[in-house]
């Protein structure tokens, strides 16, 4: 009936990788000798994925499952709905029958129930139940508190916590992270959009130049793969000359720490730094800060301030998150790689490395494991070629 290619390996990465067999295609299988089955590389790395997602409903629904068996420390059920989401997401067109995915890689049983389900039906019951569940939605709620992870999440759970007035209420001690992400809950929650995110690269590049002219800064994550909008803002800043780029960090904190403003098309933006990561020293010094959390006052020229909506005349600032990296020159590809993800994307790349090339992979080097040595490279596209794959660029990566 089905011609389905099936591969024995079990367990890469710690985890297990699930890849629809001639048994589970059984349980499966709608008889329709018409429909063709979709084709991808078993890696994600090997893919190109776009932002134009055909199966939407069917991601959506399995990215919810990995958001919840990661909020409960079910990482390698959450990577399994990860992989499984990212494969439809290559898909170049919807997926109308279960017989289109025979012979797909990383499709277990678990998703090939929800995907069946809702083929079938529209919804997934268990989605729609763990959406609905309450204590999903408390730690969805608690999670997002900056410097709040699902450990913590879980704990306060137990003591009765499902909301923050609950917290505000309980006389927990939080440190200073998440004293800072409670007060700046609703701002951070919000997505931050492309225009926030290119006033504020001209924000850091300024800080940036006047601390190190020369040096140089990349909006990397979400953004430079072409996303509209992120949770966050993240940027890498290297300096030409080897060495050079030592101390920057802690430079460009101190000069960010002042008050700064600068004119941005018709938007003046007035930003001070209000919660500096002075509760992330060692950030600082590794020249990694994960939360920058600028304070945007955005004032509206007069003209643009009569048509403005009320709400924004009355609100003219808001928390964003920034996330900093400086690099020696050296490693720049290396970083720009590692920051740039998906999430998804980089792992599959440190698993393909790992498992087929006997390399290991970071967002500083590439370390060949038979020959002992460090490879270099100066670009992405060299680093790609060291892992003998094909280039794939920003855009495509959104795994
Ligand atoms: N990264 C990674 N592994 C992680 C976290 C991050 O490889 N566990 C890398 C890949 C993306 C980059 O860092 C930036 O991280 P995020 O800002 O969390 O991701 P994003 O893709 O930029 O998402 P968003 O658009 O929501 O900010
Ligand atoms: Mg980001």
């Not at 024995?8 to 059984?26: A, F, N, W, Y």
């Not at 929650?189 to 225009?195: G, I, M, N, R």
């Not at 000069?255 to 992330?280: G, K, M, P, T, Y």
């Amino acid at each position: 009936l089905l011609d389905v290619s099936w591969y024995t390996e079990s367990m890469r990465d710690g985890h297990p990788v699930e890849i629809l067999d001639r048994h589970k295609l059984q349980e499966f299988a709608v008889n329709d000798s018409e429909v063709t089955p979709f084709t991808v590389p078993s890696y994600a790395c090997q893919r190109r994925s776009t932002l134009e997602n055909h199966n939407a409903v069917l991601t959506d629904a399995l990215s919810l499952l990995a958001e919840n068996a990661e909020l409960s420390d079910e990482d390698g059920r959450g990577v399994a709905f990860r992989r499984a989401a990212a494969v439809l997401k290559a898909l170049p067109s919807a997926v109308t029958n279960m017989s289109q995915l025979t012979g797909l890689p990383c499709l277990g049983g678990h998703s090939l129930r929800v995907i069946k389900d809702i083929l079938e039906n529209g919804t997934s019951s268990e989605v729609e139940s763990t959406k609905e569940s309450e204590r999903f939605k408390a730690l969805k709620v608690l999670t997002g508190i900056f410097g709040v992870g699902s450990k913590t999440a879980d704990r306060w759970i137990r003591e009765g916590i499902h909301n923050l007035q609950q917290l505000r209420d309980s006389g927990q001690t939080l440190n200073r992270a998440q004293q800072a992400g409670l007060e700046h809950y609703d701002d951070i929650k919000q997505p931050v959009s492309l225009a926030e995110a290119e006033a504020i690269r001209g924000i850091v590049g300024r800080a940036v130049a006047s601390v190190s002219p020369e040096a140089q800064i990349v909006l990397t994550g979400g953004f430079r793969r072409g996303k509209l909008t992120g949770h966050d803002v993240d940027f890498l800043i290297t300096h030409p000359e080897e060495g050079s780029e030592v101390g920057l960090m802690p430079k460009l904190v101190s000069w960010l720490e002042s008050r700064v403003s600068c004119h941005l098309q018709n938007v003046l933006l007035i930003c001070d730094v209000i919660f500096l990561c002075a509760f992330q020293q060692e950030r600082i010094k590794r020249c990694e800060i994960k939360l920058l959390a600028l304070r945007c006052r955005i004032t509206y020229s007069e003209q643009d301030e009569t048509t403005a909506s009320p709400s924004t005349t009355e609100r003219r600032w808001r928390a964003v998150r920034v996330d900093l990296v400086v690099s020696p020159i050296s490693q720049f590809a290396f970083a720009l790689l590692g920051w740039t993800g998906s999430k998804l994307f980089e792992r599959e790349l440190r698993r393909w490395a790992g498992h087929e090339k006997g390399m290991s992979l970071s967002s500083h080097a590439l370390y060949d494991n038979k020959q002992g040595r460090y490879i270099r490279a100066s670009s992405e596209e060299e680093i790609f070629a060291h892992l003998g794959l094909e280039f794939i660029p920003p855009n495509e990566r959104n795994a």
